[in-house]
């Protein structure tokens, strides 16, 4: 029998409902099923949240990873997409993909540190390693399939409806954001294949260099990707240590990238407001670090 982690049980039910009761209970099958169709060696899995995920090993004894979620789930089929556009070119390679069973097989990085152990003591380092992987991942040919980041309006749309905004994320800072994005969108000089959930734990050391896991997969100005780098790792942490690196960091990620400084600016702003978003909507009842980087961010400008 597979392991299957208690938080993964309970996110699949809040996240797919009925849907996701039912791929739980078929997941020992189906990983079954795709072990044998795929020639893998079944070893142990990650304790990762919304996806089941674990380590195997090929018939030629070359490392992986397997990953499955519900086949009716548009996350995976973006991943695969995105992943399938890098070609392994800043970012794990895809091997293999069964759309019917949920599943990817994607290349291991090997050895899989994460970039957050230079934080904070080497987060110019941190930083500089995830400015490699985003050039690497923008130089990447446009692909059909994935959804356009100015779609993200309606998440602001739909908080505001709901007027969440009386909670601890500022309803003046949603709309400012939700304002920003379609201001970006429109004034974007070109569209790159985005990771667009590009953390600290999302980079991690392969041989001698860096690459990127667990795409989000969309399509936009190259700009949205430099939010997450500046209210990770830790979110949840609201203290100044890290909130302190925020300045040299959005320097950074903007000079690596060729981005003018407001504009990065401005759509780190815009990713940190739409983080606060999902997380109200998801029941969070506090705000976490990155209302704090949407406040600081903000200051820039007006």
């Not at 230079?118 to 050039?135: I, K, S």
């Not at 201001?183 to 001698?208: F, K, P």
């Not at 830790?234 to 060729?258: H, K, S, T």
């Not at 978003?277 to 007006?302: N, Q």
Request: hydrophobic share 45%; net charge negative.
């Amino acid at each position: 029998m597979i392991e299957v982690p208690g938080a993964l049980r309970r996110n699949a039910v809040a996240a797919w409902g009925e849907q996701g009761r039912r791929w739980l209970a078929e997941l020992p099958e189906s990983v079954a099923d795709v072990c044998r169709s795929w020639g893998l060696e079944l070893g142990e899995p990650y304790a990762l949240s919304f996806h089941w995920v674990a380590r195997v090993r090929r018939d030629d004894g070359t490392a992986a990873v397997l990953k499955l979620g519900p086949p009716e789930s548009d996350d995976l089929r973006r991943e695969a997409l995105a992943l399938g556009a890098y070609g392994g070119d800043g970012a794990v390679r895809l091997l293999a993909r069964d759309p019917g069973r949920g599943a990817v097989l994607l290349e291991r990085a090997e050895p899989g540190r994460m970039v957050r152990e230079l934080v904070p003591r080497r987060d110019a380092d941190a930083t500089a390693a995830t400015v490699d992987v985003l050039r690497r991942l923008h130089a990447a040919d446009v692909v059909d399939g994935l959804p356009d980041v100015a779609t993200l309006g309606a998440d602001f749309a739909r908080h505001l409806g709901a007027d969440h905004g009386r909670g601890p994320l500022p309803r003046v800072l949603v709309e400012r954001a939700a304002e920003l994005l379609g201001d970006l969108c429109a004034s974007a000089e070109r569209r790159v294949v985005l990771h667009g959930d590009l953390h600290h734990d999302n980079v991690l050391r392969h041989g001698d260099g860096w690459v990127a896991i667990d795409p989000h997969g969309a399509v936009g100005d190259p700009g949205f990707d430099v939010g997450p780098p500046l209210y990770n790792p830790d979110p949840d942490r609201v203290d100044g240590e890290l909130l302190a690196l925020v300045p040299a960091r959005v320097e950074q990620l903007a000079d690596g990238l060729g981005i003018a400084l407001d504009r990065a600016s401005a759509w780190g702003f815009v990713a940190a407001v739409l983080s606060e978003v999902w997380d109200a909507e998801g029941g969070a009842s506090d705000g976490g670090r990155a209302l704090r980087v949407a406040e600081l961010l903000v200051r820039r400008l007006d």
